[in-house]
Every structure is written in C-alpha cells, then in structure tokens.
C-alpha cells in the first residue's frame, strides 16, 4: 500500500465550479499536511497546510482534515483555469524526523 | 535574491562529463532536500541534510554525489550518467527537520538532459 495515495485524474470541473481533490495516507502518527500546486514544467509552490482536524480556510481553498478516517482534501471553490495543475498532498511522518512523503498528485483541469 | 534558487536552470551533458547543480536558500533554514521528478512520475527524495549533516540517503546511485557546505548552499556533483537520469532535479528546503511543522520550499528545478 502506498503511503499517501491521490486519484491520478484529470479531475476536470467547469470554471466556476467547487473542485475538490482528495488524499489518504497510511501512518496513523501523522502531524502535519500540505497541498502544493505544480504546474507544468514548474517547481511545487505550498499553498495550504493543515495541522488539526477540521477544516483550513484561505480564500478560494479550503484544507480538510479528518486524522479517525486518515484523510485530507482541498477545495477550490469558483475555479479558475488558472487553477488547472497538478496538486501534491504531502505529509509528515514520523513526528517529522523524516522528509515529507509525497502523493503522485492529482491533474486538474478547469474548463472555461 | 529570495527563497529558494537553483542553478543552472536547464543543463546538457553526455554520459562522459562532469556537471554540479546548485542550491541556495536565502530563508534561514537548516535542512535541505534534492528531489527527483522524471516525466508523470511522483517526486523521489533523493537526500536530506539537516545542519549540513547527511540524514537520508534513499538508495541513490553513486553518479549522484551530494555537497553541503553550510546550512544555506546544497550541491549536487554529476559523473557519467545514464539518459533515465534525464529529468527536473529540485531543491527544497525547510526551517528544520525533527518539527512536525515541517514546510517545504522548493526551488525553481533544474531541467537536466543527459544524451
């Protein structure tokens, strides 16, 4: 089993639209998680971080956590096309000892 | 300069040569991380250093040779690699390994081609 899996998509959703992308992870110990966006060609920039169960408001995202369920989601709400990436869940294992474990991402794809 | 910068940004070079990229982070952070991305495949660690001492090394063919001379610059020394090594090597970093508030900042990447 992976240790942080994501649907591979293309999730594609109308501009406008919530999008909403999902992540599981196996580690039960867990502290701490992140959403990066990387378009193509270009580096993975953090854009939420999520600690505590619950959700994690930061204008047009939304972060969800729910450590019971091992799971996180982000929410873009009025996608753009400028929304239209790869988003990487990250988390952190191992009370941190270790370097961030990466899902494969998820393809995002915002149709005008 | 700020955060995170990588260079060069775009390199080719044949399996007989020798080439270093480099990594500068201008955040004051004290681990830094080179990853690995080949096309639609997810990022690879590749090494950690933490205060300039190497804590992770994941299995990593030895034509891969890291540096770190100090907490701000991170090297990666190249020599006679295959064409699967072509692909963007990334550099991160982050305030410090052993927190779990543990925020990653990537570089720019460096785009390599081996021919």
């Known amino acids: 089993q992976k240790e942080v899996e994501q649907n591979s998509g293309p999730l594609s959703v109308p501009e406008g639209a919530i999008a909403s992308l999902n992540c599981t992870y196996s580690?039960?110990?867990?502290?701490?998680f992140f959403w990066y966006r990387q378009y193509s060609g270009k580096s993975p920039e953090l854009i939420m971080s999520?600690?505590?169960?619950g959700d994690k408001e930061d204008g047009r995202f939304t972060a969800q956590l729910n450590k019971a369920s091992q799971y996180v989601s982000l929410l873009i709400r009025d996608s753009q096309p400028s929304d239209s990436a790869t988003y990487l869940c990250?988390?952190?294992?191992?009370?941190?000892?270790?370097?961030?474990?990466f899902g494969s991402g998820t393809r995002l794809q915002v149709q005008p | 300069e700020t955060g995170v910068t990588q260079t060069p940004r775009h390199l080719v070079m044949g399996m007989t040569n020798k080439k270093s990229l480099k990594c500068e982070q201008h955040?004051?952070?004290?681990?830094m991380y080179w990853y690995k991305q080949s096309a639609k495949k997810p990022l690879e660690l590749m090494f950690v250093?933490?205060?300039?001492?190497?804590?992770e090394n994941n299995s990593v063919p030895s034509r891969f040779s890291p540096e770190c001379p100090n907490s701000s610059h991170l090297f990666l020394h190249l020599h006679t690699l295959q064409p699967e090594d072509s692909a963007l090597y990334l550099c991160?970093?982050?305030?410090?390994?052993?927190?779990?508030?543990?925020?990653?900042?990537f570089g720019p990447g460096t785009r390599l081609t081996v021919l």
């Open positions: 580690d039960r110990v867990s502290q701490s």
């Open positions: 999520i600690y505590s169960n």
């Open positions: 990250a988390v952190n294992q191992d009370m941190g000892r270790r370097a961030l474990t």
């Open positions: 250093y933490s205060l300039e001492e190497r804590v």
């Open positions: 991160a970093s982050s305030q410090v390994l052993g927190m779990a508030y543990n925020e990653q900042f």
């Open positions: 955040l004051g952070h004290n681990a």
